[in-house]
């Protein structure tokens, strides 16, 4: 069984950082793609960015690009994301997730999924 743990969120002002952390668990965990996906109150999950097993190859949604930075530790099995110049729209329950294909944004395409971890602007 894999287990996906979310961290780090919290209440942040407009401008401000936060770093998102997800701990996995699980044996034979390999997945290729790992990511993140968030919801806002009243919206559909969207893709927020995802990166490759070697860390080398990521994709972020045009929302988030220049501001938020996805990376991982292979050998905590951590993935993170760096969160900069926050926005009041960046609110929302932050998912991590796993899956067995590269670099994929379609949430349908991950096999694992975190309980979430909420940000909230606190402007």
């Known amino acids: 069984q894999v287990q996906l743990v979310e961290s780090g969120g919290g209440l942040v002002q407009a401008g401000g950082s936060l770093r998102l952390s997800c701990a996995a668990s699980g044996r034979t965990f390999r997945p290729d793609a790992m990511g993140w996906f968030r919801q806002a109150p009243g919206k559909e999950r969207e893709f927020v960015a995802t990166i490759g097993w070697s860390g080398g190859s990521t994709f972020y949604a045009d929302s988030v690009k220049g501001r938020f930075t996805i990376s991982r530790d292979n050998a905590k099995n951590t993935l993170y994301l760096q969160m900069n110049s926050l926005k009041p729209e960046d609110t929302a329950i932050y998912y991590c997730?796993?899956?067995?294909?590269?670099?994929?944004?379609?949430?349908?395409?991950?096999?694992?999924w975190g309980q979430g971890t909420q940000v909230t602007d606190s402007s």
């Open positions: 997730a796993a899956s067995y294909m590269s670099l994929v944004a379609a949430a349908f395409n991950y096999d694992y």
